[in-house]
């Protein structure tokens, strides 16, 4: 009776030995960050229209520049449930972050105002930005 207790016992240890070891090797990163919606709209995205009726940035050191609206600052096209943008000194473009409430998306896009722990999370109107509003999230980090 004594034997199987202290097999119980080992077993235990080891199992648990075993868990930690598994952590390690599949490691999962959280930061929990302050994650504010965005859309592509002048009021998220600080534009405004030139004489030409054209969309331009409305301030910054771009300010009067040409700005391609829903595009990126990596290039590609935001799309919601995907489009995330973040300090990219802290999550560089291509980062994968799981985001509860929002889905698996990339980090794609960067702002003036995006610093530190801080992420915006592009949505299709300015309506469900508003309605995420602002957020303290814990998003996972998935590294392949
Ligand atoms: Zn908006």
């Known amino acids: 009776m004594k034997?199987?207790?202290?097999?119980?016992?080992?077993?235990?240890?080891?199992?648990?030995?075993?868990a930690?070891?598994?952590?390690?090797?599949?490691?999962k990163d959280y930061a929990t960050v302050e994650a504010t919606g965005y859309c592509k709209c002048q009021e998220c995205c600080g534009w405004?229209?030139?004489?030409?009726?054209?969309?331009?940035?409305?301030y910054g050191s771009m300010e009067g520049e040409r700005k391609k609206l829903g595009i990126t600052a990596s290039g590609s096209k935001a799309k919601p449930g995907r489009t995330i943008a973040a300090d990219t000194s802290i999550f560089p473009?291509?980062?994968?972050?799981?985001?509860?409430?929002y889905g698996t998306?990339?980090?794609?896009?960067?702002?003036?105002?995006?610093?530190?722990?801080?992420?915006?999370?592009?949505?299709?109107?300015?309506?469900?930005?508003?309605?995420?509003?602002r957020q303290t999230v814990t998003v996972e980090i998935i590294r392949e």
């Open 3 to 18: 034997i199987i207790v202290k097999l119980v016992i080992v077993l235990f240890i080891l199992t648990s030995l075993a």
């Open 20 to 27: 930690c070891v598994s952590r390690g090797f599949g490691k």
């Open 48 to 58: 405004k229209r030139n004489l030409l009726m054209q969309p331009v940035y409305a």
């Open 93 to 101: 473009f291509g980062t994968k972050l799981k985001v509860p409430g």
């Open 105 to 133: 998306g990339t980090v794609e896009d960067r702002g003036g105002a995006i610093k530190g722990a801080r992420l915006d999370l592009f949505f299709r109107t300015h309506k469900q930005a508003l309605e995420w509003g």
